[in-house]
């Protein structure tokens, strides 16, 4: 599902860490609404630099971002978390926390969002019905394969619905067939509405799936290929 809205728009961005390493440089880039989208390159090449913007963890030294209309450059601090909220994030390690059960864990952003406790229980559900846990609510992470805890770490990402999804080396330490059934879950989050941006150093994955594919090398973007 593509539409010509803009959801993340970079222009002539560039970022210099106060250390003196250059993060990106000079990027530009459009991603439309209801865009799957690959981000790949060596590593240090700004992957989770160029995410790491999108998000506000950091800010970049030059050039401007827009996310879902709103220029990052005029976001006060006290909107951040606001733009958070729209954002779903799945990271390689997936940051559960093991000594709270799978249902807590996915539970955690709508209690930080502030949702009231009669609707956490309906929409934690959802979610974990949606990556296949269901029946995993009640034990702790520890207990479950490493495929099983990155989808919790998904079901989480997704519980209050962003319209936009980042993934930082989702699949980095899972096998070729756990990897390809959590890019399966993406593409079923992305064909109800959900744009996807993933960044990945695993070609031969990318390569099987139909989707947009940047490439970035030493911070900047080189190629851009499957573009709308
Ligand atoms: N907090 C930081 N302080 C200083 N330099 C940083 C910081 N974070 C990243 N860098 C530098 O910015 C460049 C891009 O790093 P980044 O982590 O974005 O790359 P990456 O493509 O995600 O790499 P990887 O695949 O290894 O995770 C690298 O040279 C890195 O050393």
């Known amino acids: 599902m593509k539409?010509?809205?803009?959801v993340i728009q970079f222009d002539n961005v560039s970022k210099r860490y106060p250390t003196g390493q250059s993060g990106v440089e000079g990027i530009n880039l459009k991603i439309l609404l209801g865009e799957m989208v690959f981000l790949t390159g060596h590593s240090g090449a700004g992957k989770?630099?160029?995410?790491?913007?999108?998000?506000?963890?950091?800010?970049?030294?030059?050039?401007?971002?827009?996310?879902g209309g709103q220029n990052l450059?005029?976001?006060w601090r006290s909107q951040i978390p606001i733009l958070r909220r729209n954002i779903g994030v799945v990271f390689q390690e997936h940051r559960l926390l093991f000594d709270r059960s799978v249902f807590d864990n996915v539970a955690l952003p709508l209690q930080i969002a502030g949702f009231s406790p009669r609707d956490i229980p309906r929409r934690v559900r959802a979610s974990l019905?949606?990556?296949?846990?269901?029946?995993?609510?009640?034990?702790?992470?520890?207990?479950?394969s490493g495929g099983e805890q990155q989808r919790v770490g998904i079901a989480r990402a997704v519980v209050n619905k962003p319209p936009l999804l980042l993934a930082d080396e989702p699949t980095g330490n899972l096998d070729p067939e756990l990897s390809g059934e959590i890019m399966?879950?993406?593409?079923?989050?992305?064909q109800v509405g959900v744009t996807i941006l993933i960044a990945s150093h695993d070609l031969a994955l990318i390569g099987q799936l139909k989707h947009r594919?940047?490439?970035?090398?030493?911070?900047?973007?080189?190629?851009?290929?499957?573009?709308l």
């Open 73 to 75: 450059k005029t976001l």
């Open 213 to 227: 594919v940047l490439t970035l090398s030493e911070g900047r973007l080189v190629s851009d290929v499957g573009a």
């Open 3 to 6: 539409q010509n809205k803009t």
């Open 184 to 190: 399966l879950l993406f593409e079923q989050f992305n």
């Open 129 to 144: 019905d949606k990556v296949g846990l269901l029946h995993k609510e009640k034990v702790l992470p520890i207990t479950l």
């Open 48 to 67: 989770s630099t160029l995410l790491k913007l999108i998000t506000a963890i950091e800010r970049p030294s030059a050039g401007q971002i827009w996310v």
